[in-house]
């Protein structure tokens, strides 16, 4: 069964990465989707390959993170699924980081999620439908390391976030669920550890060896896991943030 069909999704940062993964699986489960991206050859490249729609949007302006949700329906009527999958992930601790960075993190990684959530949950009451939303968080919101403060602060707010707005409205039958994620092998993942760690054509391999399970998180199985939050088989759970990672928060050796 198509676990999505004929339902409308929109995917915020979906040109890339985990947001790319997650266009194709939606498309898989018979969704209709429209997914938004910074860097136009990217996205124009993804929806010649797939099918889906492309919006250009640059979401550290809260004005185009509720934008995005409002051509959404202006194209559909309506929207049924929002994943908020954009990340912003530059280094900085407590002590280098500055004013400027602080809030770029805050923009893209909590203001523009909150402002596409309140657009479409929106669109949802207004016609008295249910809808789920998912957003993509990390596991450094439980404290991460020390040269991801700022990254940490802010899906930390994400993660309250999440559980607040899924107590606001589960009356209105609107679910919304968080994932946060673990270290993940993406193009982006990629470029990082050579721009910031001097990372070399192994890392993939070595950080994989290093894993408990023998490998970094995957795309394409974060995709399938979000599908399923989005669609009627996961039930009722909402205000749910799930650590998506093979290590256990807690567990001492």
Same mark, same amino acid.
């Given at each position: 069964m198509a676990l999505l069909q004929?339902?409308?999704? $929109?995917?915020?940062?979906? +040109?890339?990465? !985990?947001?790319a993964g997650i266009v194709r699986a939606a498309l898989g489960a018979g969704a209709? *989707?429209?997914?938004? #991206?910074?860097? !136009?050859e990217l996205g124009e490249k993804l929806a010649e390959d797939t099918g889906a729609h492309f919006m250009r949007a640059d979401l550290a302006d809260p004005a185009q993170a509720r934008d995005s949700v409002v051509r959404? *329906? +202006?194209?559909?009527g309506r929207i049924d699924c929002l994943v908020n999958a954009a990340g912003l992930t530059s280094r900085g601790s407590l002590l280098d980081t500055t004013p400027e960075l602080f809030d770029r993190h805050m923009a893209i990684n909590l203001r523009a999620p909150f402002f596409a959530m309140q657009a479409a *949950?929106?669109?949802?009451?207004?016609?008295?439908? @249910?809808?789920?939303?998912?957003?993509? #968080?990390?596991?450094?919101?439980?404290?991460? @390391? @020390?040269?991801l403060a700022p990254y940490s602060a802010a899906k930390a707010g994400l993660a309250g /976030?999440?559980?607040?707005?899924?107590?606001?409205?589960?009356?209105?039958?609107?679910?919304?669920? #968080? $994932?946060?994620?673990?270290?993940?092998?993406?193009?982006?993942?990629?470029?990082?550890?050579r721009a910031f760690h001097g990372a070399g054509a192994d890392w993939r391999a070595r950080a994989a060896a290093a894993q408990p399970m023998g490998k970094l998180g995957? !795309?394409?199985?974060?995709?399938?896991?979000?599908?399923? /939050? $989005?669609?009627?088989?996961s039930g009722v759970v909402t205000g749910s943030v799930i650590d998506w990672d093979q290590n256990v928060f807690g567990g001492q050796d």
């Open positions: 004929d339902r409308i999704v $929109l995917v915020n940062g979906g +040109s890339q990465g !985990v947001g209709t *989707v429209l997914f938004t #991206g910074r860097r !136009v959404t *329906v +202006s194209a559909h *949950v929106t669109d949802m009451k207004a016609r008295r439908a @249910p809808g789920t939303i998912v957003n993509i #968080g990390s596991n450094c919101a439980r404290g991460g @390391p @020390p040269h /976030l999440t559980r607040n707005a899924a107590h606001a409205h589960r009356w209105d039958r609107i679910r919304i669920n #968080g $994932l946060d994620i673990g270290w993940t092998d993406t193009e982006g993942e990629d470029a990082t550890q995957q !795309v394409d199985e974060i995709a399938e896991f979000v599908v399923f /939050l $989005l669609s009627d088989r």
